[in-house]
């Protein structure tokens, strides 16, 4: 009989956490964030934290994440912010770094610290 009460205790409590679980994973989820990858140039940690913060300057954008190695900026925005990216792409090249789609100005470029300057096409 402690046997049956003992197994109908593991499968109450084995349940109980596997409901827990499941409801948890709900939270998580990403509904109306989209995620896209951008190019930007750059080459050392203050760019990294100068592309961030601009990236978060523009509304919509949820996470931005800078990779040094692939020069790839990770945003995560809201889908109905569908300019986003192109926003993103903007207000950085206006702090002076390239982007895929936008060349910073000169006078931008120039007024980053010399650590940051890196080849341009």
């Given amino acids: 009989m402690k046997t049956i009460k003992l197994l109908f205790a593991m499968l109450f409590a084995f349940a109980t956490f596997q409901s827990a679980n499941a409801q948890s994973d709900k939270t998580q989820r990403t509904i109306g964030i989209k995620t896209q990858t951008i190019k930007v140039y750059g080459t050392c940690n203050m760019d990294k934290r100068r592309i961030e913060n601009a990236a978060y300057t523009v509304d919509g ?27 993103v792409q903007k207000k950085i090249a206006s702090f002076g770094n390239d982007t895929e789609k936008y060349k910073a100005d000169n006078t931008a470029y120039l007024q980053l610290p010399e650590c940051c300057h890196y080849h341009r096409s």
Avoid: H, M
Wanted: glycine share 4%; proline share 4%.
């Fill in 61 to 87: 954008i949820k996470s931005a994440l800078w990779n040094l190695d692939g020069q790839t900026l990770t945003i995560q925005y809201s889908v109905f912010k569908k300019d986003a990216p192109d926003n």
